[in-house]
């Protein structure tokens, strides 16, 4: 009996991915909640363009949302600023913990949210929605990027014909330095739709009205992560291409959110 009542289920599973059901119920039993911080975000993001001077125009914006992670802010920071493309603005969005002192650099903005809202997807779109670019970049504060990550992403993107949106291979990193492994998948919409190798410390895209992050509340237990809803949706009407050098640190933080990449 138990097999003949999962049986409509594994055929939605087949036929839709697991990700992409499992997505759908978040929206809806998490969606009343997503409402009121977009609400949150459209005042943050008003109250902090008018307390600033615009910031300057750059090819690239590499948005970095961070809690309560001094030291691992400063170092993704460095990261982000040590890249071989210069033509870049750099914007550090703290989800209401205070900032910590952070190296100057006429590239480098950092702002505060009034309060703690605990979304990564809410502080992100902060940081997009402040700045003007061709296109936006992503880091995490516990990761890193290697020198070429923007420079070998922008070579696709900038080819002619190029993809509006790519991501490199991530190198993942144990907490003591050790290489745990290296993902590296190419780019298989039907694939992502069943296994979670998206995440957007490795994606570099084309800025436009669809560049946006989810913004329900997702507790470690809820999946798919908001990275995958990002990518996944992002790929609907734009053409999305994998980079298979790896320019990425990715911390496997067990303290933390982190993807298991588990199929």
Not at 121 to 128: E, T
Not at 142 to 155: F, I, S, T
């Amino acid at each position: 009996m138990r097999r003949i009542a999962r049986a409509p289920w594994e055929l939605l599973k087949r036929t839709f991915g697991w990700l992409v059901l499992f997505e759908l119920r978040n929206k809806v039993v998490l969606g009343a909640s997503a409402l009121r911080l977009r609400r949150f975000e459209t005042a943050e993001t008003r109250r902090l363009a008018a307390a600033a001077a615009p910031l300057p125009f750059a090819l690239v914006v590499t948005v970095i949302a961070t809690h309560r992670r001094p030291d691992e802010l400063r170092a993704a920071v460095g990261s982000a600023l040590a890249q071989t493309v210069r033509d870049q603005v750099v914007v550090v969005v703290d989800d209401g913990a205070g900032l910590p002192e952070l190296p100057y650099d006429p590239r480098l903005f950092a702002v505060s949210l009034t309060r703690n809202t605990g979304v990564a997807g809410v502080v992100r779109n902060v940081g997009i929605r402040l700045t003007r670019s061709r296109y936006v970049a992503f880091l995490d504060d516990d990761n890193l990027w290697e020198p070429d990550h923007l420079e070998r992403a922008l070579a696709f993107l900038e080819s002619p014909h190029g993809p509006d949106g790519v991501y490199t291979a991530l190198r993942r990193v144990l907490p003591d330095g050790t290489e745990r492994d290296i993902l590296s998948v190419p780019f298989d919409r039907r694939r992502a739709a069943r296994e979670s190798f998206l995440d957007t410390n490795a994606f570099v895209a084309r800025r436009d009205g669809s560049l946006y992050f989810s913004r329900l509340r997702r507790t470690p237990e809820v999946l798919p992560r908001e990275d995958w809803e990002l990518v996944y949706r992002y790929s609907r009407s734009h053409s999305v291409r994998h980079v298979p050098q790896a320019t990425v640190r990715y911390l496997v933080n067990p303290g933390s959110f982190y993807t298991t990449w588990a199929d």
